[in-house]
DNA sequence: AACGCAATTGTATGGAAGCT
DNA sequence: AGCTTCCATACAATTGCGTT
């Protein structure tokens, strides 16, 4: 098969490829889109150039590519930090909350382009492409890690939270514990996930959640049950409403408040948990 | 009295979509 | 048609308040 094209029909359908190209999205545009529409300008039938025709568009594809400005430098990317742990809330709130879903869209946006390597869609030839996204990738987590607090995706997962998901847990969740036990021997069931998904993970603390909760490295859960331990030994919780905990030393070390709400508690933790490097 | 919901994050899984 | 890849979602522990 495989009919080569001739110089006029390069000529002819590179200008409609990059039409095509210019006015689609190149992170979503597919081979097989362009060819749709080539075909679909040409009014025939062109499955018998097929192979010539994905050369030629891959090509106009990357030439189209570097055209383009070069993916935004994203000079600071992630610094947004947004929850720097204290004091940043200034940050927000000083912004009119209009500026701050845009950039918060635009930083979303960003971050799909850099990490969603189509490679289903750009397929095997961009590969150069996409080594520099690598590259992109692997910088961007340096930064995160050179910043030291990070709230470990805290405030980085664009997905995070983008519904809040119906969470429905409630009854089977209840009794999970004792579900798993008879989980052994009813695996016909869907299976579950096996515990030791992400709450059995463990953490490296920081200096003063360690002295807090007396480890250096503990789970997420484990280190809420802790801190609940110390809030009742002490009585931290505010009478008149208890999911308001007043800090004492230790724990304004930790929050840097003099009072933090229970799910606030839950939050701040993640400023002070540092994943485990082997 | 019992259950649902709120917040947090990492992992597993099922489904969907695209490509060959 | 089959394979690959990505996305969305459920779930894990913890507590206290609010609703039914």
Same mark, same amino acid.
């Given at each position: 098969?495989?009919?080569?094209?001739?110089?006029?029909?390069?000529?002819?359908?590179?200008?409609?490829?990059?039409?095509?190209?210019?006015?689609?999205?190149?992170?979503?545009?597919?081979?097989?889109?362009?060819?749709?529409?080539?075909?679909?300008?040409?009014?025939?039938?062109?499955?018998?150039?097929?192979?010539?025709?994905?050369?030629?568009?891959?090509?106009?594809?990357?030439?189209?590519?570097?055209?383009?400005?070069?993916?935004?430098?994203?000079?600071?990317?992630?610094?947004?930090?947004?929850?720097?742990?204290?004091?940043? @809330?200034?940050?927000?709130?000083? #912004?009119? +909350?209009?500026? *701050?879903? %845009?950039?918060?869209?635009?930083? &979303?946006?960003? !971050?799909?382009?850099?990490?969603?390597?189509?490679?289903?869609?750009?397929?095997?030839?961009?590969?150069?492409?996409?080594?520099?996204?690598?590259?992109?990738?692997?910088?961007?987590?340096?930064?995160?890690?050179?910043?030291?607090?990070?709230?470990?995706?805290?405030?980085?997962?664009?997905?995070?939270?983008? @519904?809040?998901?119906?969470?429905? #847990?409630? +009854?089977?969740? *209840?009794? %999970?514990?004792?579900?798993?036990? &008879?989980?052994? !021997?009813?695996?016909?069931?869907?299976?579950?996930?096996?515990?030791?998904?992400?709450?059995?993970?463990?953490?490296?603390?920081?200096?003063?959640?360690?002295?807090?909760?007396?480890?250096?490295?503990?789970?997420?859960?484990?280190?809420?049950?802790?801190?609940?331990?110390?809030?009742?030994?002490?009585?931290?919780?505010?009478?008149?409403?208890?999911?308001?905990?007043?800090?004492?030393?230790?724990?304004?070390?930790?929050?840097?408040?003099?009072?933090?709400?229970?799910?606030?508690?839950?939050?701040?933790?993640?400023?002070?948990?540092?994943?485990?490097?082997?």
């Amino acid at each position: 098969m495989a009919s080569q094209l001739n110089q006029d029909e390069v000529l002819q359908y590179t200008s409609i490829i990059d039409h095509i190209l210019k006015t689609s999205d190149l992170d979503t545009v597919s081979r097989k889109k362009v060819r749709k529409g080539l075909e679909q300008q040409l009014g025939k039938d062109l499955s018998a150039q097929k192979d010539a025709i994905k050369v030629l568009i891959e090509e106009r594809f990357d030439a189209i590519a570097d055209t383009l400005p070069s993916p935004p430098p994203q000079s600071n990317g992630n610094d947004s930090g947004p929850d720097g742990t204290n004091g940043v @809330k200034h940050e927000t709130d000083s #912004k009119d +909350s209009a500026v *701050v879903d %845009a950039e918060l869209e635009d930083e &979303v946006s960003q !971050e799909i382009k850099v990490s969603t390597v189509p490679s289903k869609k750009r397929s095997s030839s961009m590969v150069e492409d996409e080594d520099a996204r690598l590259a992109r990738e692997l910088q961007a987590q340096e930064n995160q890690l050179a910043r030291g607090r990070q709230t470990r995706g805290g405030h980085g997962t664009p997905k995070a939270k983008p @519904k809040a998901k119906p969470k429905k #847990k409630s +009854s089977t969740k *209840v009794k %999970a514990g004792d579900d798993s036990d &008879v989980d052994t !021997e009813d695996s016909n069931a869907p299976k579950k996930r096996k515990a030791g998904g992400g709450f059995q993970k463990e953490f490296n603390l920081s200096f003063a959640l360690a002295d807090l909760v007396g480890a250096e490295r503990m789970s997420r859960p484990q280190v809420v049950k802790k801190l609940w331990e110390h809030i009742k030994a002490n009585d931290l919780q505010e009478p008149t409403d208890k999911r308001q905990i007043r800090c004492d030393d230790l724990m304004s070390a930790v929050f840097r408040q003099s009072s933090v709400n229970m799910f606030q508690m839950n939050k701040l933790i993640g400023n002070h948990l540092y994943p485990i490097e082997e």
